[in-house]
């Protein structure tokens, strides 16, 4: 989808549903977004879906903290990304690759007393940045899950900003008593939604930009995740937290790659901006959310 016609279609779906002033802040924080989606025959790769990823030999396979290896789920090349396309600062060239594990994988049991009760482990991701030069091998690993390879190329979208977003939060406050009334019915309401979840293409596979989220806003997750879950929803510390945050990648539920995140869910990595402007990519925060 040509990014101008994404945008326009966006800024239309929220003329047509929102209030005027609550519009248009939505549509002033609007951002760029590298969508990756399947290369057609003879197109530019920028990267993969699936398959298995090329690792330096000194890198070891990710692993969940039970030990157990996690699925090579996709792998970009940022120097097949345009130079200045993305308002964040990623390295000009480079491999981002992402692995998980599904805990469904993974069950094991605890006992209570003399009755055994199944328990999952955790989902699990990781972010693996291999810089650009380095000395690489393609590698599998026993117990991995191992997913269709899928050529990706890359395209530019736009993206706008979901309810709970700390961006969106913080600039609402402006607004008066009666658009703030208004706002949440509005967001939250089958029509806004509908139409912007028709203007975007699918799988919403993405780096950068905001993340299409199932449930929450990824980055109040990855602050309540940073704080601790004793943290109250209105304590100002959590919003405070959450705009540092910003999404890193998203990977959707994906038929192609045979890759069913729970009910049609996604997967998320978050980064803190002063993480992601040095590269500490292997601190992104993991967020799994289905429906």
């Not at 016609?5 to 002033?21: D, H, S």
């Not at 990710?62 to 030990?67: D, T």
């Not at 480079?94 to 999952?120: K, N, Q």
């Not at 729970?262 to 992104?284: M, T």
């Amino acid at each position: 989808m040509d990014s101008t016609a994404n945008a326009a279609e966006l800024i239309e779906a929220a003329r047509a549903t929102l209030p005027p002033a609550v519009a248009d802040a939505w549509i002033g924080l609007m951002r760029p977004a590298v969508r990756l989606r399947r290369a057609a025959a003879g197109e530019p790769v920028a990267g993969q879906l699936g398959g298995s990823p090329a690792l330096p030999e000194n890198v070891e396979w990710p692993r969940s903290e039970a030990g157990r290896p996690l699925g090579f789920v996709a792998g970009i090349d940022l120097g097949r990304v345009p130079a200045g396309l993305l308002d964040m600062p990623l390295p000009v060239g480079g491999m981002l690759l992402l692995f998980y594990r599904d805990p469904a994988e993974d069950p094991h049991e605890t006992f209570w007393i003399s009755d055994p009760v199944p328990v999952d482990e955790p989902p699990t991701g990781r972010v693996v940045f291999v810089p650009a030069g380095t000395a690489t091998t393609v590698r599998s690993e026993p117990g991995a899950a191992v997913y269709p390879e899928v050529p990706l190329a890359v395209e530019v979208t736009a993206t706008g900003p979901d309810w709970e977003h700390p961006a969106l939060r913080q600039a609402v406050e402006e607004l008066s008593d009666a658009d703030k009334e208004f706002m949440a019915d509005a967001f939250n309401s089958d029509e806004f939604g509908d139409e912007v979840s028709m203007r975007t293409e699918m799988p919403r596979h993405y780096l950068g930009g905001y993340a299409y989220p199932v449930q929450d806003s990824v980055e109040v997750a990855a602050a309540w995740q940073r704080l601790g879950s004793d943290v109250s929803y209105s304590d100002p510390a959590l919003w405070d937290e959450a705009r540092l945050w910003t999404s890193l990648v998203q990977i959707d539920s994906d038929d192609d790659a045979e890759m069913m995140w729970g009910d049609c869910g996604s997967l998320y990595w978050v980064i803190r901006r002063d993480d992601l402007a040095v590269g500490r990519f292997e601190a992104a925060t993991f967020l799994f959310q289905c429906s």
